[in-house]
């Protein structure tokens, strides 16, 4: 059976979306996606946000990654960025608001080098 995730049609559930793999340019596996975070006055996938490290989803790390740094790759079947393993490592902390802060947003959209979706 073919994964919603990784057939042929442009679009996919969000549910579907949600643990596929993360891999860097040279297929590292880097993580997966947790979930989407969407922002609800335009409609744009503001983040993914992606679980990383840990062992078993014991320790696990989440962070907040520009949807537009990822790009799917049918033959990995998952997405492809160019943010390494030391970037998602080193990202802007984030506190309790950092879902309406857009001094985070955009100090966090600099960070991987792409302007904010919201500009």
């Given at each position: 059976m073919t994964h919603p995730a990784t057939?042929?049609?442009?679009?996919?559930?969000?549910?579907?979306?949600?643990?596929t793999a993360v891999y860097s340019p040279n297929g590292e596996h880097l993580g997966h996606i947790d979930h989407l975070m969407i922002d609800k006055e335009s409609g744009v996938i503001a983040y993914a946000i992606m679980g990383f490290g840990g062992?078993?989803?014991m320790a696990e790390d989440h962070h907040p990654i520009p949807w537009k740094k990822l790009n799917y790759d049918p033959s990995l079947g998952g997405f492809v960025t160019d943010i390494t393993r030391e970037q998602l490592e080193g990202a802007p902390a984030r506190d309790e608001n950092w879902r309406d802060d857009r001094n985070w947003g955009a100090a966090t959209y600099n960070y991987y080098g792409i302007p904010p979706y919201w500009m």
């Open positions: 057939s042929s049609s442009s679009m996919v559930s969000s549910a579907d979306v949600n643990g062992f078993l989803g």
